[in-house]
T-cell receptor
Framework: GAVVSQHPSRVICKSGTSVKIECRSLDFQATTMFWYRQFPKQSLMLMATSNEGSKATYEQGVEKDKFLINHASLTLSTLTVTSAHPEDSSFYIC???????????FGPGTRLTVT | EDQVTQSPEALRLQEGESSSLNCSYTVSGLRGLFWYRQDPGKGPEFLFTLYSAGEEKEKERLKATLTKKESFLHITAPKPEDSATYLCAVWDDYKLSFGAGTTVTVRA
């Protein structure tokens, strides 16, 4: 149980375009999902917390107009990187929190490359 | 702000050579300490949650323990497939705060 999927696993896009990444909890309903960014050989950096039916809460320093998060249902959250630039190239990982618990289960990640 | 420090940064082991990873934390009122395993290019895989000092959990060759200021992840008789980065995290008010991780390499 507690499986989280992400799509796509890899994406290459041109500078200035937008990219959408989906995160789904497959076997449980997640009222809270999280989006992380990870640079090579570094730990996970929380970008934002996404609650179903409400606006996402962004960490300090994360541009909310650039990284749009939508948590439209109890099993789906999306991250849209708008007007992507090469510096947005990174590994993006989502996680979902099990209801009534603190455990988070992570998706397999999405490798974004902006050329 | 909560701090999580993991040591060592990297650990190279021979197959069968048991060892321990350390995670020390400073938090006002621990509400959960979590261990994850991360393989290169993949998302973290949940291993354990510990809530109170003295608690221990085991899974195959891994055993996690918790004291009031640190947690240990013991790897007993590791195999090459145990090679990964092991991440420790503590539950903050609303989020997980991660340590930098320990990268374990097990040689056959």
């Amino acid at each position: 149980g507690a499986v989280v999927s992400q799509h796509p696993s890899r994406v290459i896009c041109k500078s200035g375009t937008s990219v959408k990444i989906e995160c789904r909890s497959l076997d449980f309903q997640a009222t809270t999902m999280f989006w992380y960014r990870q640079f090579p050989k570094q730990s996970l950096m929380l970008m934002a917390t996404s609650n179903e039916g409400s606006k996402a809460t962004y960490e300090q320093g994360v541009e909310k107009d650039k990284f749009l998060i939508n948590h439209a249902s109890l099993t789906l959250s999306t991250l849209t990187v708008t007007s992507a630039h090469p510096e947005d190239s990174s590994f993006y990982i989502c996680s979902a929190r099990v209801p009534l618990a603190r455990e988070q289960y992570f998706g397999p990640g999405t490798r974004l490359t902006v050329t | 702000e909560d701090q999580v420090t993991q040591s060592p940064e990297a650990l190279r082991l021979q197959e069968g050579e048991s060892s321990s990873l350390n995670c020390s934390y400073t938090v006002s009122g621990l509400r959960g300490l979590f261990w994850y395993r991360q393989d290169p290019g993949k998302g973290p895989e949940f291993l354990f949650t510990l809530y109170s000092a003295g608690e221990e959990k085991e899974k195959e060759r891994l055993k996690a323990t918790l004291t009031k200021k640190e947690s240990f992840l013991h790897i007993t008789a590791p195999k090459p497939e145990d090679s990964a980065t092991y991440l420790c995290a503590v539950w903050d008010d609303y989020k997980l705060s991660f340590g930098a991780g320990t990268t374990v390499t097990v040689r056959a």
